[in-house]
């Protein structure tokens, strides 16, 4: 954050102008750009306004906007971020091959499970129980139509 500070004092000093200009052109407090040049970025509210000031500022000076904004996000980055991006690819790893067993199948015609011998053995047990039981009803059905006299 220094160095972004540091960028546009050497800027504004270049081009010949005061603290108070630049608060004036831009219409922002003296004391917010002393502390943008100075490195100090708690002054600011939130990030949002921080990136807005730079921003802001680097137009006006005319340096690098992307340039800037890159190297404050490269300085939050390295301020916020405490884990590697090794660790964290590590860890997704592992809890891919842990969660591997755990996750949904889609069930698409080309990823029907057919049941098993014993399903089809029941479906079998069952299909035959029906069959005998309509067999034994017309039979008995037969008997008291004819009368007995099969």
Known sequence: ?????????SKREEIGITIDEVSNDLEKDAILIENLESGNHKVFKDVIELKDMIALYAKYLGLDEEKLLGELDDFLFEKTSKISI?????????DREKNKD??????????????????LTIVFIVLLVVIILIIF?????QLFFFGGNL
């Open 86 to 94: 090794e660790d964290i690819q590590e860890r997704l790893k592992q």
């Open 102 to 119: 755990k996750e949904k199948k889609i069930r698409t015609p080309y990823t029907i499970e057919f049941p098993t011998k014993k399903n």
């Open 1 to 9: 954050m220094k160095e972004i500070g540091e960028e546009f004092k």
């Open 137 to 141: 009803y017309i039979f008995l059905r």
